[in-house]
């Protein structure tokens, strides 16, 4: 069974930091990987991808402010939190699709989330 498992949530003052971190439990060096957050209200959205040549997407409400990366190595993708402010408060989700050769089979896998607070 694969595991995507994130970390680095926490409560932070808006102006602060964090960075965030999806440790897969087997090799996804082939994969895009994303970031998705839900913030309180809303529905899960998608805020950055990276794909396996190092090339990063992230939405334009928070491209100045995330930052997302990888280590194959590591197996591990992070997501860099600068200037945090208030509405991005929410649950942060790793998420990658594991491709099959027909569509029909690909497979998505989501990380539990990990709960970032962002207070005033």
């Known amino acids: 069974q694969v595991q995507l498992v994130e970390s680095g949530g926490g409560l932070v003052q808006a102006g602060g930091s964090l960075r965030l971190s999806c440790a897969a439990s087997?090799?996804?060096?082939?994969?895009?990987m994303d970031w998705y957050r839900q913030t309180p209200g809303n529905q899960r959205e998608l805020v950055a991808s990276?794909?396996?040549?190092?090339?990063?997407n992230v939405v334009d409400s928070v491209k100045d402010r995330l930052t997302i990366s990888r280590d194959n190595a590591k197996n591990t993708v992070y997501l860099q939190m600068n200037n945090l402010e208030i509405e991005d408060t929410g649950v942060y989700y790793c998420?990658?699709?594991?491709?099959?050769?027909?569509?029909?089979?690909?497979?998505?896998?989501w990380g539990q989330g990990t709960l970032v607070i962002v207070s005033s």
């Open positions: 998420h990658t699709t594991q491709r099959a050769l027909s569509p029909k089979y690909d497979r998505d896998y």
């Open positions: 990276i794909t396996s040549g190092g090339t990063t």
């Open positions: 087997r090799s996804f060096s082939t994969n895009t």
